[in-house]
């Protein structure tokens, strides 16, 4: 971790207004219907939200057909090796702590591959925005199962069906410790997607945000399933929680009131299998971040310093 000292590297631009197409670089070769077109015009909304400067915003991908985000996006970006956006992302947000990180990473790049880094970038807790691109299948390699795949899925490995249970991302991810936000939203509500984004960009901490895709060339029956049985999906609501408009929580019937500083409900809500739960389910604001301790952490104050040694000291005492 030695580079420039970030004190003298860092220079600010010219200050500039930027729109939404601002944002927008190319033309995205997604199959037409996939769930990451939605997903790309949300982040970039979100960025015009927030007045992210280009220059100082970075989206760090591995291998997949999510990973292919960062090349359309008009800002710095890194198209990675399989399943190593992780420890490339917490490089980048080391050295250059005052810079935006995303991570967008896909089942097979997280949840298999890079499933080591994955575990630990959630026990490291550094401040990242982690959007996991879920179709449940390989599909930039044409039909493959994939760890999220569900039980009896018929692909090019599995030609009778895939035979063990699928990895559920967010019970893996509520089950590591120092875990700060865990989310899940999904690309067909645009409304929540957005809200859900938002609030994992606005987290201070590893947000990791887990969005059910649709993937019409592959899992196009599966999908055309998850749409349509809105019964089988309930909101998580709290005043603390993600904050979608009224027309969104009028498409679900199911609706449940969780306090998402409950990490046991959050826990059990992550194991029902019978119901999908869109929502916050877990967020913890005084979790400790590696990126704030070290003599590596130029970019924060001494008094953001003092403050994340005295929660270390505390936890410790507790």
Known sequence: MFGINTDFCIIDGPETHHLQSDYEKGIARWCPGCGDH????AVQRLCAEKQLPPEKTVFVSGIGCSSRFPHYMNTYGFHGLHGRAFPVAEGVKFRRPDLHVFVVTGDGDCC???????????RY???????????????????????????????????????LPPV??????????????????????????????????????????????????????????????????????????????EATKGMFTHQVQHDPTDINTARALAEDTEKTCLGLFYQNKNALRYDLYGAHNMGFTVEEKMAAIARKLEAFVV
């Open 38 to 41: 939605s997903v790309l015009q």
């Open 112 to 122: 298999s591959i890079g499933a080591g880094h994955w575990l630990h970038a959630i």
């Open 125 to 163: 807790n550094m401040n990242l925005t982690v959007l996991l691109f879920d179709n449940q299948i390989y599909g930039m390699t044409k039909k493959q199962t994939s760890p999220t795949s569900p039980m009896g899925t018929i692909s090019n490995t599995h030609p009778e069906g895939s035979v």
């Open 168 to 245: 559920n991302p967010i019970q893996t991810t509520l089950g590591v410790s120092n875990v700060s936000f865990v989310a899940q939203t999904a690309d067909w509500v645009p409304n929540h997607l957005y809200a859900t984004i938002k609030a994992a960009y606005e987290h201070q901490g590893f947000s990791f945000v887990r969005i059910s895709m649709r993937c019409p060339k592959f899992m196009a029956e599966y999908a055309k399933q998850k749409v349509s049985e809105r019964g089988s999906v309930q909101l998580l609501l709290h005043e603390n929680g993600i904050q979608p408009d």
